[in-house]
């Protein structure tokens, strides 16, 4: 769920932090398309309300010094990096496996948007929204297919071997991966123009 405009009105306000109308106004505005953005992720909604009261905390501490500006848009993308850095949190866990980790960069180096600065290292940021868009992916597709997918590209198996193994083709191992890495591809987009 996307959130409506952000109200200017509302933006000026907030900016005082004893505005208690206003804050309460802020929060019932924005609580409900976070904690649907979270759930959308996978998170049990204990979770999304941990990353939505982070987030009014974070929000709080940083809107006294915040100048909207409505045809700059900077507040929504703002607060949708903020919800994502909070969702990260959550499947933040560390890649033990040297190779699993190197599988990880190289998914990551292919998603990247073309840059004139050229290639660079992935953060642990970027590690955590792949993770997410692992997570999405995951709970939309068939369990078949993403066994075959984390099988042949994340554990680098042969598709003949990953084909043995679950008892198909290796045209059908080879198909599914490539077809669970596009949607990969889309939940990546998708966490870079979020939903405020």
């Known amino acids: 769920m996307r959130c409506d405009t952000t109200d200017p009105d509302l933006m000026r306000r907030v900016r005082r932090t004893d505005d208690e109308a206003a804050w309460t106004r802020f929060v019932e505005f924005y609580r409900t398309p ?4 979270c759930r959308g992720y996978g998170l049990t909604s204990e979770q999304a309300e941990e990353v939505a009261q982070e987030c009014f905390i974070i929000c709080f501490r940083y809107l ?10 900077r507040f929504r993308s703002w607060l949708n990096l903020t919800v994502n850095q909070q969702i990260g949190k959550c ?8 190779r699993l980790k190197r599988r990880y960069t190289d998914m990551l180096e ?19 929204l792949l993770s997410m868009a692992f997570q999405r992916v995951k709970a939309a597709v068939r369990p078949q297919h993403w066994q075959l997918f984390e099988a042949f590209v994340l554990h680098g198996m042969s598709a003949s071997e990953v084909a043995r193994q679950i008892g198909v083709s290796p045209v059908l191992v080879r198909v599914s991966a490539f077809r669970v890495r596009n949607r990969i591809r889309q939940q990546w987009k998708l966490l870079h123009h979020g939903p405020f």
Not at 64 to 73: H, I, M, N, Q
Not at 111 to 124: F, H
Request: glycine letters at 8%.
């Open 64 to 73: 006294p010094t915040f100048e909207y500006r409505e045809a700059v848009g």
């Open 34 to 37: 976070i904690l649907d953005h």
């Open 110 to 128: 292919d998603l990247a948007e073309p840059s004139l600065a050229g290639p660079r290292e992935p953060s642990g940021h970027d590690y955590e």
């Open 91 to 98: 499947f933040r866990s560390r890649v033990r496996d040297e």
